[in-house]
């Protein structure tokens, strides 16, 4: 495992009960404070080997290495953020927000604290005694981000996360996405179906071709966030270029 | 004997009502009731929800069990007090028993539908922040059922009411039963209907405590 490297995927395969095949060979290192994106035409099992990453489910044959150590399930080191949310509609934002931390055992004062901080960088301020069914979709996305950065996990999985939510809130989430995890240091691996979504955040793009998914081409899009407003690198040439490219390499899957 | 010697003008009732509420032998009556009763209820709601949970959750114990519960369910479950009486004898234990068989079906039912169809990502969810089956149970699962829970529960509190009734109807040595055996007998109609608004009253407090209850976990569970 190189140096820079957090966590390893080592010939993942899976099939499921129902005979399906998912992934199959999967090879990949992916680099410890990187925003790494999974993309790939739909059903080719992104969200398949998120999961297994993340411990949720087993896959059939490979192994996952994390920080140096083979998985066995999930683990401390690593927080998802689900599609549909997953809060729990009968807890307050706080709460919610806590869950993880309770889960771990962590005193009542101490994890409604952290949870507090993380609300408010979130953007969430105020909110904390709300219900998940008071706040619009885009607000619940931001609690299940809070939630994971509770937990300090070194890496934190995303599974499209801004998919139920409109083009200009997605937009403006991220950004503030962006903002918190600059500083922080965090792995991210970030699942998606859209193009320029992934040309626009990761440092790297994982191509996944169509199922059986496994890895068909890496990309660096190498798009310097700092100093330039969104508009800005949005008409960036670079930007366009990739996003023509990954296009261009999709299209064989649809055709 | 006229209609209005066996339904008395209300006003008659309710003046007979005062003191058949005051006098010794309703006041233990109704402590023997609401004793057995509310032990019945707390075993049905035990292992109502226990057995709900398992059969939800464990394929086996679902196909061991789901047939019986769901011919339980609608069976008169009166028609076992006699046996009952058999095993248990003639006394409160028979009453506890009766509570419970008339409680405890629909209890399981209701549990066993609510845990099944709890949200399978937030248990995912769970599970990535290192849950262990208890707090998956405790923190998601039950919480997560509670409306169809609630719903089973209320449900099982009036057929509860009706076993505690039934069964010491059937003994009719104990309780009110013993009461209303006594009352008409002796044709004491104003006491007997001031007894059947007190049941009636208890079961209709009792259902619409939990319906209350319902309706709260309704407003936050929201979008469910
Ligand atoms: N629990 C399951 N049982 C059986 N097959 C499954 C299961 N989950 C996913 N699959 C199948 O595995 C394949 C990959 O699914 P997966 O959800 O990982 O794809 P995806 O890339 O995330 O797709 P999408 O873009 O639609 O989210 C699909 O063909 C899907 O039907
Ligand atoms: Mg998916």
């Known amino acids: 495992m190189s140096a820079d490297s957090i966590v390893k995927l080592k010939d993942i395969g899976k099939i ?7 992934l199959k060979d999967v090879n990949f290192e992916f680099p410890v404070g990187k925003l790494s994106t999974l993309l790939g035409p739909s059903g080719c099992g992104k969200t398949t080997l998120l999961k297994i990453i993340g411990g949720l489910i087993d896959a059939t044959s490979g192994e996952v290495w994390v920080n140096g150590k083979p998985i066995s399930g999930p683990g401390p080191d690593r927080a998802f953020v689900f599609q549909d949310f997953a809060l729990m509609p009968w807890a307050t ?20 604290d952290i949870a507090r901080k993380y609300i408010k960088e979130v953007g969430l301020e105020g909110f904390e005694s709300n219900y998940p069914h008071q706040l619009s979709g885009g607000m619940r996305q931001r609690v299940g981000l809070a939630r994971a950065l509770t937990v300090d996990a070194d890496i934190i999985l995303m599974d499209e ?34 193009i320029e979504e992934a040309a626009y955040l990761s440092d790297l793009i994982v191509l996944l071709s169509a199922r059986p998914g496994s890895v068909s081409q890496v990309i660096k899009p190498d798009i310097d966030h700092s100093g330039k407003c969104p508009d800005e690198i949005r008409r960036d040439k670079n930007y366009l270029d990739i996003i023509d490219n990954i296009w261009r390499e999709l299209k064989v899957y649809l055709c | ?29 109704i402590e023997i009731s609401l004793r057995t009763f509310a032990l019945g209820m707390t075993l049905a709601l035990l292992v109502g929800i226990g057995l709900g949970a398992l059969m939800a959750r464990v394929k086996t114990v679902r196909e061991i069990l789901g047939t019986w519960v769901n ?6 479950i009166s028609a076992l007090v006699p046996i009952l ?8 234990a028979t009453v506890v028993a009766t509570v419970f068989l008339f409680a405890v079906f629909v209890i399981i039912l209701d549990t066993q539908v609510g845990i099944s169809k709890a949200d ?14 208890y707090q998956i149970f405790t923190k998601i699962l039950i919480l997560s059922a509670l409306p169809e829970i609630l719903a089973g529960i209320r ?33 004491l109609m104003e006491e007997f209907w001031s007894l059947v608004i007190v049941v009636f009253a208890f079961a209709l407090l009792l259902s619409e405590a939990i319906a209350y209850c319902e309706r709260r976990v309704e407003y936050y569970a929201g979008s469910r």
């Not at chain 2, 399978?120 to 089956?133: C, D, K, P, Q, T």
């Not at chain 2, 509190?157 to 007998?185: A, H, P, T």
Request: hydrophobic fraction near 45%.
């Open chain 1, 16 to 22: 499921y009960d129902t005979g399906v095949e998912a």
């Open chain 2, 71 to 76: 011919i339980f369910v609608s069976a008169p």
């Open chain 1, 93 to 112: 934002i706080l709460r919610n927000v806590a869950f993880g931390l309770e889960l771990r055992g962590v005193p009542k004062d101490e994890r409604l």
């Open chain 2, 85 to 92: 009486m058999g095993i248990l004898g003639i006394g409160e």
């Open chain 2, 155 to 187: 449900l099982g509190v009036i057929r509860g009411v009706k076993g505690v009734v039934i069964g010491q109807l059937l003994i009719s040595i104990i309780g009110v039963g013993e009461l209303f055996e006594l009352y008409s007998k002796h044709f």
């Open chain 2, 120 to 133: 399978r990502s937030l248990v995912e969810m769970g599970h990535s922040f290192g849950a262990n089956r």
């Open chain 1, 161 to 194: 996360p801004f998919s139920s939510v409109d083009e200009q809130t997605r937009r403006k989430f991220q950004e503030d996405m962006l903002d918190l995890l600059q500083n922080r240091r965090k792995t991210v691996i970030f699942v998606t179906h859209r």
């Open chain 2, 1 to 29: 004997m006229g209609v209005s010697s066996i339904f008395p003008p209300i006003s008659s009732i309710l003046m007979v009502a005062s003191t058949v509420l005051s006098s010794e032998k309703f006041i233990k009556a």
